[in-house]
């Protein structure tokens, strides 16, 4: 006999009266929708009577098609799925024996197995053997809701539960009702049930507490019988009662304001269909506590003698009543629209085995039914949670970030809550400060509308935002403990708000203690003034701060950097322009830096002034910030309220000397300076002059931040609101080992970059491992030094748009950092992009040097690329022999860099001898012998000249001349036959093979032909884009140490070649070239980067 | 591989004009006659025997980290230390966690010299993986796709390679993504694996050059090497 395939089949008794026909009836539909392919198998219990209709909305689906009618005892039938509804159905063997083969059995528990006393319901032994004897083993039972799957539990049920409750599905637009107003001018409560003994109050007390007869609340029921009624005697005047069906119960509800269900004790509601009926009517629903692990924060839970006031109360502030009622629809909508259902019979379809083996097919599933702890499986556990609007600029966001921190470093579990309000003043995304906690794992961000969250504590921050009505979602959050933290007084906050109405919506919403926490004493006084009745917590929430270790730095740079970060606002700052330029000069005597956001537009009703560096949160990182400023300069306009409390105690905890004026003493104590605007940059000067008085001072204020205001302070709150930490303290280490250095080059039109920075590479101290990340393609170069190496293809090689670009360079540089974990990255270049500051600079734990070489043209106009140097940490500019030639940019900015000498690769005593250099390149040593280095050729012609010279060359039948071959060079032709090629790195290294050289006047040709003394024909590439090379070879041959060709096109060589054959002038040369020779930079340079940055 | 749909004409990539267009078949023109010359120079030159000698040296230097360094004696306030999840989940990229994500356009490729007019067009991209094979073979693939190219003319290549013989590429004019062979990359480790590295990496030359598809030749699958 062959079968009849479906996706599911579903059986029954389909003369159920109640919530288990209704409920395969939705399930059927949502199905149906989805274009499951349903059989419906109808198994006649004994319950009912034979002539008994089928229930009429399980008729209704077999008449409009949406499932087939099968009699499973003469058609076979094979599934997916087979759904049993209620194990009522099951406790006998039915009169035909069904047909049915599925892989996945589930058997849905509309009725608890015992009542409250223990006492069983049905033989659950008995129906499991039943349905493994119909349909074969394997039955998994699904609970239909969290209070059935405790019956199960508690029954000791000894086959599979399902991990997943089996909600009752609700037709959520049948049910929609209008609550913008009350059905009437007195509250209406009500309920809806079966008549039954059990769905109702034991005692006539018992009722009348709930359902209390008072003319000032209207009473409706549905579903009472005879017994109800002789059990209340004469029904209550303010009573309106309706016989099982009289009503249609969508429209009854939609006639009652509150949905008030009290029953029996001895009774255990499975799910409570009429439950979840009322809260899609949008009814306020009360229940008796119990229902709290099935409904959570859908419905308020009242004892019986605390309904009637809840009721008052509610009906009282419409508007909680509102924001009530959608938390029970958004909550219903969840758990029973029809996507739950989908989802569920999907993820049980797909766990199904494709070639159904009965056998195998229940091992596989079971294993995968196996709950841990079912009954806890979809409520986060948090100890602290925090809700706010994260996209704030100001303090909140640091109090927030700083508070993760110590939370996470002391062990409590973190949970934040990002509820986005109507304030002006905020950004388009997360602040960065609260943005890294998550990154780095110390803090779970979790959706509002969708994440039930149990909290030991619920931190509030901005009280006024937080339930304020659409669009903001309500967070689903029960509460132990709330405190709500308050940074500017209700009474003058624009808008002001109601404190009181606040608390009371708080305390309904998320439950538990609630106190309300002033940040200082004037708030508290502007509480207590206005608000006697709320709870205030003893102490004020000061601000305290997760610090790490600090130490005193060196300086690089000569010139003082003052500098502030505040929000922006004409308050922020001294009232006239005059007290701004008094404290914050822009005449160029020291560096003025400002971190403001949002971005700053006006100081002192004119816009900053152009000499200022402004920095944004989002682009760079406070701390990082801070670091670099000498000096954190704070003043303030008359007036002003909101203090940047965080940035200046993280300026005093990180050695960054603070001065502000007078009346902040009582608020920072002593670790600033207090002075008068007009003393503050006196002060300044003072003490930069004296790096230990400097030092002193910085020491000081960082003992005094990490005491006032140390992570100490927030743990200690923590305790004593909500005890220890029950999580043990994270392993406290740093993200990145503090060890790697990654170097980035770009793509210059030689070597020179790539070379400067192998050059410190090689130096850096142990236990320091460099990575590089270049746009030059001689990459294989740095994995010649053992260096591992990636490439970042660049923009001019593809013809890119530069601007796309940059975006794509920030994206490869934050993999390629995360990855190798670099603390440092060090470029050398010429421009630095801003995919690369993007890159670094918003990351806490990474830092930035530019290795910037001098001798920039004066015609190029490079102010903007000048002016990135403030996001740098570290700017180190080698010094160039031809330095006195220099006119370039960087002079007039080199107050901002640390000075080296001269970056070579190799080190003098890396040469090879004459001997052994000879030897390599196959030279005879006894001969002249001519280097020819005229650089990769990729913006002038150098085979033209390379010919000249060879040409010339040849007339000296003794001199041997070496071509050295660009690795870099576009083509590989061989022009010269019979002529030496050499493809090398370092070419230094053979040097000494060579008597005199024709070469470029780049910075690395040029220092290392001088410093190693190798007499050299300078050919300077006078391309506009290139450094000032002639600059350097007239300056080496003003000097007598090098010769300089003018045009190497029409210039007579063999003159040159003539002077440079003759010894007695290649040692003159080489005197010279020792005279101006200077040590290698490179140690130093190494040394730099380990010492200011690592 | 979810790559972004490369959008006809987007506003970075106008229609050229018709001064342009020749320009840049004249680059073509150029690209082949120079081809022609370099491959009749090269041949002559081998059947006179005239050639030049070639040294290459390019000697592994030992590191010379610097032993006389010392840091200096630095004045120091002790903290608690900070706290650091061992590994950090991806941060949520939602519509209830708002994060700063700057997209760009993808980028276009260099369209390579024999078939430069098709440069800054919507050409299609596709990736040739190449992991692993020899310079020769790498030789001849460059060759195959140049060619092809050059009668279809409906596409670009960003090669996918684990050679540093940059140079074969920059002969044509391609586009390329290096990943570093395993033999390359001993030294140091990072801090999560390196397939899962690479995948992150190949995920995003993929986003960046929006590339159709991937085609690979020899016998190293991308994410094996």
């Known amino acids: 006999m062959s079968s009849n395939l479906y996706d599911l089949v579903i059986v029954g008794d389909l003369r159920f009266p109640g919530g288990t026909s209704t409920c395969m009836a939705q399930e059927i539909r949502a199905l149906a929708n989805a274009s499951y392919r349903l059989a419906l198998v109808h198994i006649p219990t004994r319950r009912f009577n034979r002539n008994q209709q089928f229930h009429n909305h399980l008729q209704a689906c077999i008449d409009e098609e949406l499932c087939d009618l099968v009699d499973a005892s003469e058609t076979p039938l094979r599934a997916e799925l087979l759904v049993l509804h209620n194990p009522y159905v099951f406790t006998e063997a039915p009169e035909r024996r069904p047909q049915i083969y599925a892989a996945t059995k589930i058997l849905v528990a509309h009725q608890p197995i015992v009542d409250a006393n223990g006492v069983p319901y049905y033989d659950a032994a008995r129906v499991n053997a039943v349905c493994e004897d119909l349909f074969g083993t394997g039955i998994q039972w699904a609970p239909i809701s969290a209070a059935s799957r405790a019956n199960l539990i508690a029954a000791n049920l000894p086959y599979p539960i399902l991990e997943e409750d089996w909600g009752n599905l609700i037709e959520l637009d049948h049910w929609q009702a209008d609550r913008s107003r009350p059905v009437g001018l007195i509250p209406v409560i009500g309920r809806h049930s079966r008549p039954e003994w059990e769905k109702w109050p034991a005692t006539r007390e018992d009722t009348l507490l709930v359902y209390p007869a008072r003319d000032d609340i209207d009473v409706r029921l549905l579903g009472v019988a005879e017994r109800l009624q002789s059990q209340i005697g004469e029904q209550p005047r303010n009573w309106r009662t309706y016989a099982f069906n009289e009503l249609d119960p969508a429209q009854f509800l939609r006639s009652i304001d509150f949905f008030v269900y009290y029953h029996h004790q001895d009774w255990i509601e499975g799910f409570g269909r009429n439950i979840a009926e009322a809260l899609a009517s949008g009814c306020v629903v009360i229940l008796p506590p119990h229902f709290q692990s099935v409904f959570q924060e859908a419905a308020l839970y009242r004892e019986p003698g605390d309904v009637v006031p809840t009721i008052l109360e509610f009906y009282r502030d419409w508007e909680r009543y509102q924001v009530q009622s959608d938390v029970g629809r958004r909550f219903i909508t969840r758990l029973c629209g029809p996507d739950a259902h989908l989802k569920r019979v999907r993820r049980l379809i797909s766990a199904a085995p494709v070639h159904p083996n009965e056998t195998d097919g229940f091992a596989s599933t079971l294993a995968a039914v196996k709950p841990s702890n079912p009954a806890k499986a979809s409520i986060h556990e948090a100890d602290v949670t925090v809700v706010g609007d994260f996209r704030c600029y100001g303090e909140t966001a640091w109090r927030v970030a700083h508070e993760a921190r110590i939370q996470a470093a002391a062990g409590y579990r973190t949970a934040l809550v990002h509820l986005p309000g109507q304030r002006a003043d905020v950004g388009p995304v997360i602040h960065p400060a609260i943005d890294a906690c998550v990154g780095e794992g110390l803090a779970t961000p979790l959706d509002p509308a969708s994440t039930l969250i149990h909290t030991r504590l619920l931190i509030i921050h901005g009280p006024e935002s937080v339930l304020s009505g659409d669009p903001q979602p309500v967070p689903r959050i029960l509460a132990d403990k709330i405190v709500v933290v308050v940074d500017q007084s209700p009474v003058n906050h624009p808008p002001p708000y109601d404190l009181i109405r606040k608390d009371r919506l708080f305390r309904t919403h998320f439950g538990g203690e609630l106190y309300w926490a002033p940040v200082d004493e004037e708030i508290r006084h502007s509480i207590v003034e206005h608000n006697a009745d709320v709870r205030l917590l003893d102490s004020t929430w000061t601000p305290s701060l997760a610090l790490p270790t600090w130490r005193t730095r060196p300086r690089a740079h000569t010139v003082p950097i003052i500098g502030r970060s505040s929000l922006a606002g004409d308050r922020q700052w001294p009232d006239t322009a005059e007290e701004v330029e008094q404290v914050y000069p822009a005449n160029g005597e020291l560096v003025v830096r400002v971190a403001c956001a949002p971005a700053l537009r006006s100081v002192a009703g004119g816009p900053p002034p152009a000499a200022w560096q402004l920095f944004h949160p989002a682009s760079t990182d406070q701390s990082k910030f801070i670091d670099n400023l000498d000096f954190f300069v704070y003043y303030a306009g008359n007036g002003h309220k909101e203090l940047p409390s965080h940035a200046i105690i993280e300026a005093m905890a990180r050695g960054v000397v603070t001065i502000l004026p007078r009346h902040l003493k009582a608020q920072f104590g002593t670790g600033p300076l207090y002075t008068r605007p007009q003393r503050a940059i006196a002060m300044v000067h003072s003490l930069f002059a004296r790096q230990d008085a400097y030092d002193d001072q910085a020491t000081h204020a960082a003992r005094q931040a990490r005491q006032q205001f140390g992570a100490n302070i927030h743990k200690a709150r923590l305790r004593h609101l909500i005890g220890d930490a029950i999580k043990e303290p994270y392993t406290t280490h740093r993200r990145r080992a503090n060890n790697r250095v990654l170097f980035v080059s770009s793509n210059g039109v030689g070597l020179g970059h790539l070379t400067r920075l192998l050059a410190v590479a090689r130096r850096m101290p142990e236990p320091v491992e460099p990575v590089f990340a270049t746009m030059s393609q001689a990459l294989q170069i740095v994995e010649q030094h053992g260096f591992p190496a990636e490439h970042i293809p660049f923009h001019a090689y593809n013809g890119c748009n530069i601007a796309d670009w940059n975006v794509w360079l920030s994206k490869q540089l934050r993999q390629v950092i995360d990855y190798y974990a670099a603390s440092t990255v060090v470029f050398d270049g010429s421009v630095p992009y801003s995919g690369l500051i993007d890159a670094v600079g918003p990351d806490p734990d990474c830092r930035l040097a530019w290795i910037r070489r001098g001798m920039w043209r004066p015609e190029q106009a490079n102010d903007g690329v000048i002016a990135r140097q403030q996001h740098f940490d570290l700017i180190i500019e080698p010094d160039d022999i031809a330095a006195t030639q220099d006119n370039g940019l960087t002079v007039e900015n080199r107050h901002a860099a640390l000075t080296v000498a001269p970056i070579r690769l190799l080190d003098e005593d890396e040469l090879l001898s004459r001997q052994d250099a000879a030897e390599a390149l196959g030279l005879d040593p006894d001969r002249p012998a001519l280097l020819i280095q005229l650089g990769a050729g990729s913006n002038q012609d150098v085979v033209s000249v390379t010919g000249r010279i060879l040409q010339t060359a040849a007339a000296f039948p003794q001199l041997q001349p070496v071509i050295a071959e660009w690795l870099m060079a576009p083509h590989h032709l061989d022009l010269w036959p019979g002529v030496k090629r050499l493809r090398g790195y370092p070419l230094s290294r053979y040097f000494k093979a060579f008597d005199f050289a024709v070469g470029a006047a780049g910075y690395n040709a040029f220092n290392e032909a001088i410093s190693l003394a190798l007499p050299t024909i300078f050919v300077p590439n006078d391309q506009p884009e290139m450094d000032d090379q002639r600059a350097r070879a007239t300056h080496a041959e003003a000097n007598g140490a090098a010769l300089c060709l003018d045009d190497p096109q029409t210039t007579d060589l063999s003159q040159y070649f003539e002077i440079m054959l003759n010894q007695d002038v290649r040692n003159h040369l080489k005197t010279n070239c020792a005279r101006l020779t200077r040590a290698n930079g490179a140690a130093a340079a190494a040394g730099a980067i380990a010492d200011y940055l690592m | ?225």
């Open chain 2, 1 to 225: 591989m979810n790559a972004p749909a490369r959008s006809p004409l987007s506003s970075r990539i106008a229609a050229p004009s018709a001064d342009v267009r020749s320009l840049r078949q004249r680059v073509e023109s150029q690209a082949r006659h120079i081809e022609t010359i370099e491959g009749r120079l090269r041949q002559t030159m081998a059947d006179a025997g005239l050639r030049s000698e070639t040294v290459e040296l390019l000697p592994a230097l030992p590191r010379r980290a610097i032993t006389e360094y010392q840091q200096r004696v630095w004045k120091t306030v002790a903290a608690e230390p900070v706290a650091r999840a061992d590994q950090p989940p991806a941060p949520p990229q939602t519509s209830w966690w708002p994060r700063h994500d700057e997209t760009a356009p993808p980028l276009v490729p260099a369209p390579g010299w024999s078939c430069y007019e098709l440069a800054n067009t919507t050409a299609k991209v596709l990736g040739i993986s190449v992991f692993g094979l020899t310079e020769e073979r790498l030789h001849e693939v460059l060759a195959l796709i140049a060619s092809q190219q050059r009668k279809t003319r409906d596409f670009t290549p960003v090669f996918l390679t684990s050679s540093t013989a940059f140079h074969l590429f920059r002969h044509h004019g391609f586009a390329f993504e290096y990943l570093p062979s395993a033999d390359r990359r001993q030294n140091v480790t990072g801090q999560q694996d390196w397939h899962d590295y690479a995948a992150h990496r190949l995920e995003l030359i993929c986003r960046k050059w929006a590339l159709a598809r991937i085609v690979c030749f020899g016998a190293q699958a991308i994410g094996s090497w």
